[in-house]
Nanobody
Framework: QVQLVESGGGLVQAGGSLRLSCAAS??????MGWFRQAPGKEREFVAA????????YYADSVKGRFTISRDNAKNTVYLQMNSLKLEDTAVYYC???????????????WGQGTQVTVSS
């Protein structure tokens, strides 16, 4: 079992930055990642990171703007979001799974989500 708690969401102007955090407890040695769900849309993959942190994966829509990282000493994964756009507005969910392939395809264990709103 993995328990995930996100934090760091909020309201930001377009072009601004936010950093999301996801604290894990339980089985913490899993690949972890982020998904998001905008109103009226399906949940979509954003980024993932291997347990060691040596491998990262990004959706094309966020490449070059978002950076995923992790601090295993703190059992925490981060998503640094820069150059935010209106279309980045969504609820962001932290996810974890034993398989990076499963994680990037459909998630796994989920956090409760944190709202990110980008305004013009």
């Amino acid at each position: 079992q993995v328990q995930l708690v996100e934090s760091g969401g909020g309201l930001v102007q377009a072009g601004g930055s936010l950093r999301l955090s996801c604290a894990a407890s339980g089985r913490t040695f899993y690949p972890m990642g982020w998904f998001r769900q905008a109103p009226g849309k399906e949940r979509e993959f954003v980024a993932a990171i291997s347990w060691s942190g040596s491998s990262t994966y990004y959706a094309d829509s966020v490449k070059g703007r978002f950076t995923i990282s992790r601090d295993n000493a703190k059992n925490t994964v981060y998503l640094q979001m820069n150059s935010l756009k209106l279309e980045d507005t969504a609820v962001y969910y932290c996810a974890a799974d034993a398989s990076i392939a499963v994680l990037t395809a459909r998630g796994g264990y989920w956090g409760q989500g944190t709202q990110v709103t980008v305004s013009s």
